[in-house]
């Protein structure tokens, strides 16, 4: 192909590969601000969180636990349809008419990059090409299931899924292997376990990034719900005549199941071309694109990625959606801000109960960032009246990291929930460390009762109390209550 020159005149000023999370989120914006800005996506716009990942799966999660209380098996056509049209709603708002009212060219085709000025799109509908310039790049290409390679036998299965395809699936398996237990792995084994499958998890760890306790509350409301954890991964699988898939664990453990489910993570993916325009020492191992903090490729600073395509970054919606916005407030006005800030990212995970997190949220986070007396504070399901009303003391608590804890101000820096409503705690508990508010601040806070978040503010209003009272102002002011005309014999 012949060089092309660099152009003194460019067609946009932003052109955004990837309509997902990250891409929408960056066009939107660009655009907001006057910009000229094509977005392009090789399907319709949405991504994985619309068509394959958090939409479908929080519907299905949904649709399971209404299922579960009914107690019977679901007709899983009937359960998928209503899946489709929960994508449908969503949907609707970043469809390409939505799109051009907001300002948006929406271009559907596959991207190469050409150079770090041109990119070919290969038209989804004629096949034709495109050749397209811009000022700016934003990559925002996402990632891909990665394939459990390390199972012998594993190619020849036949009933096997990954969160792309699942969403097929329209006769319930009556038993289903998952393969992985990280956040889809345990999501969609709880959802089908309510939905009447008898499902087998394997996996090394549950939810590997929780704390042994957030991992311990889940693990006995998955085996509540008939779920066998199998703590082993797989070695090999056959699968025989009449389709039934036998699977033998690296323990010598076994699982027989009628379908599998395989969610060993997810590999970034990028542009056919853009490795070439970047040189290799800009993709990672995990085939990441390599960013500096503000987003921008080193070796070609028009060109930056954001959201899961970007190397060993946080996999969420949330984060790709900041990322884009952050990466176009960089490409497009002068300045920048930083744009990976792994520690201030919450996350949460949609089994019930729902496990949240943010920040520092272990003792040893803290200790690694520098913060040396830094201490956990637990608040229990028990204490939690809300809990205690639902029923659902198990598997509720709130845990604080706190640093300078003796100071009067104790500074909240992380923070783990677990819980029916964990993932709107975590909202709060995000707020209340990305402010840096101290424990006094958040105890004067009234929170309403009796909600979940209540339990917040006694936390931190029982233990400002608790250190105030230790004070020696406070012990001469309560001194005469403690005299001994005053105990009650
Ligand atoms: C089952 C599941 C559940 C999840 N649940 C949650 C959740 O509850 N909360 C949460 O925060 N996160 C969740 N996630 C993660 C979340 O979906 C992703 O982190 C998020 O979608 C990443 O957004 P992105 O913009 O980086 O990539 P994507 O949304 O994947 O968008 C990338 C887009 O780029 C397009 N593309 C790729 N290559 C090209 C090319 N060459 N030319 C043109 N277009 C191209 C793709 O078609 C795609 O539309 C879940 C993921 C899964 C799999
Ligand atoms: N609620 C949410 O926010 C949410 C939900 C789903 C997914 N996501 C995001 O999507 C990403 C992908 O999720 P995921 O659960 O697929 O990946 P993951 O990387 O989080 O977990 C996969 C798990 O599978 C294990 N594993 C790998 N190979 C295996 C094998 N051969 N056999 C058994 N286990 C194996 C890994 O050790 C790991 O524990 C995550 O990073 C997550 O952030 C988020």
């Not at 299931?145 to 096997?160: H, L, W």
């Not at 694109?289 to 930056?304: F, G």
Request: glycine fraction near 8%; charge should be negative; proline fraction near 5%.
């Amino acid at each position: 192909m012949a060089p092309h020159p660099v152009p003194h005149h460019y067609e946009f000023d932003l052109a955004v590969i990837g309509a997902g999370s990250a891409g929408l989120s960056a066009a939107g914006f660009a655009a907001q601000m006057g910009a000229s800005v094509l977005l392009v996506d090789k399907k319709e716009p949405g991504g994985d969180c619309t068509w394959s990942g958090c939409v479908p799966s929080k519907a299905l999660v949904h649709l399971a636990s209404e299922q579960a209380v009914l107690g019977k098996s679901a007709d899983l056509k009937r359960i998928q349809e209503s899946v489709q049209a929960t994508i449908r709603r969503v949907y609707q708002h970043e469809d390409p008419a939505a799109l051009e009212e907001k300002g948006i060219e929406f271009a559907q085709g596959e991207v190469e990059f050409l150079d770090k000025y041109h990119i070919n799109v290969r038209s989804a509908e004629d096949g034709k090409n495109r050749n397209v310039s811009s000022r700016n790049f934003l990559v925002a290409t996402g990632a891909k299931p990665v394939y459990p390679e390390s199972i012998t036998g594993f190619d020849a299965i036949d009933n096997k899924y990954n969160y792309e395809t699942i969403w097929e699936l329209t006769k319930l398996p009556q038993r289903l292997i998952v393969v992985g237990s990280g956040p889809v792995g345990c999501e969609l084994a709880q959802a089908f376990a309510r939905l009447g499958s008898q499902v087998t998890l394997v996996g090394s760890t549950l939810l590997p990034r929780e704390t042994k306790r957030a991992r311990e509350t889940v693990l006995k409301a998955l085996e509540k719900d008939g779920i066998s954890f199998l703590h082993s991964r797989p070695a090999a699988a056959t699968q025989n005549a009449g389709g039934v898939v036998n699977m033998v664990m690296s323990d010598g453990t076994k699982a027989a199941g009628d379908a599998v489910l395989y969610a060993v993570g997810r590999a970034p993916v990028l542009p056919a071309g853009l490795a070439k325009v970047v040189g290799a020492g800009s993709i990672a191992e995990d085939g990441g694109l390599i960013c500096s903090d503000t987003l921008a490729v080193k070796s070609c600073p028009n060109i930056y990625g954001a959201g899961d395509c970007v190397e060993e970054n946080l996999q969420f919606t949330h984060y790709a959606g900041y990322q884009g916005f952050q990466a176009v407030r960089n490409a497009l006005l002068p300045f920048s801000s930083e744009a990976k800030i792994p520690a201030s990212v919450p996350r949460v995970t949609f089994t019930d109960p729902e496990v949240g997190a943010i920040g520092l949220n272990t003792l040893v986070d803290a200790q690694h960032h520098g913060f040396k007396s830094a201490v956990v504070l637990r608040w229990s399901g028990a204490h939690t009246d809300r809990a205690v009303c639902q029923g659902a003391e198990d598997v509720t608590f709130v845990e604080l990291v706190v640093a300078n804890a003796t100071s009067p101000h104790a500074k909240i820096i992380g923070a783990n929930a677990v819980g029916p409503s964990a993932g709107e705690l975590i909202c709060e508990l995000s707020l209340i460390v990305s402010c840096g508010l101290t424990l006094s601040q958040v105890s004067h806070a009234i929170h309403p009762y009796p909600t979940y978040g209540f339990a917040i503010q006694q936390l931190c209003a029982e233990e400002t109390t608790t250190r105030l009272l230790k004070t020696n102002t406070l012990r001469l002011l309560t001194a005469k209550y403690k005299s001994p005309c005053c105990t009650i014999s």
